[in-house]
């Protein structure tokens, strides 16, 4: 897919018809998702690994978690590490289309440092005990630069199940 716009349409009442742009990518076959869920210890982390190719798409990336305690969340930019983990198979959103994404996603890497953080935020709050959980997400979401490496970090605060979902568009 290239370009945000699409040509315009008419139905067969000559009315105009726009389809919102992520709709239109799920259509194309440009949308693709992956989720993964652990229960974890108090301090521990889910860390899903983030490498967009030299490919001339752009990757618009959303990302949402839903945790049993309090859990904070991350996204970084610039990561370094001693293993890249277990790679996820994406799967595309669009079920007729057969086309592969071009960014890659692993589970579990060993990372050393990060260089910069894009995201921190909390969801949940209170033990498991004695809290409750909660959801958070990136509202509005990012394009990812060319040949790059992202961490996306959901870090219990409080033991718990913790689950992420990972949706991104190629353009």
Known sequence: MSGLQRTPALDEHQHLVNMPHDNDAVHQGDVYTVSKW?????????????????????????????????????????????????????????????????????????????????????????????GFGGSADILNHFILAPAETYLFRISAVDAGWVSSQVTWHEE
């Not at 079920?95 to 949940?124: E, F, H, I, N, Q």
């Open 38 to 130: 652990l229960n974890l210890g108090a301090g521990s982390s889910l860390d899903v690994l983030i490498h967009t190719t030299n490919a001339s798409e752009r990757m618009h990336i959303n990302a949402i978690a839903d945790v049993e305690a309090e859990s904070a969340l991350y996204l970084y930019e610039g990561i370094n590490m001693v293993a890249s983990g277990t790679s996820l198979s994406p799967y595309n959103n669009s079920r007729c289309c057969a086309d592969d994404s071009k960014m890659s996603l692993r589970v579990s890497p060993t990372v050393t440092s990060v260089d910069t953080t894009l995201l921190s935020t909390k969801a949940g709050g209170g033990s498991h005990a004695r």
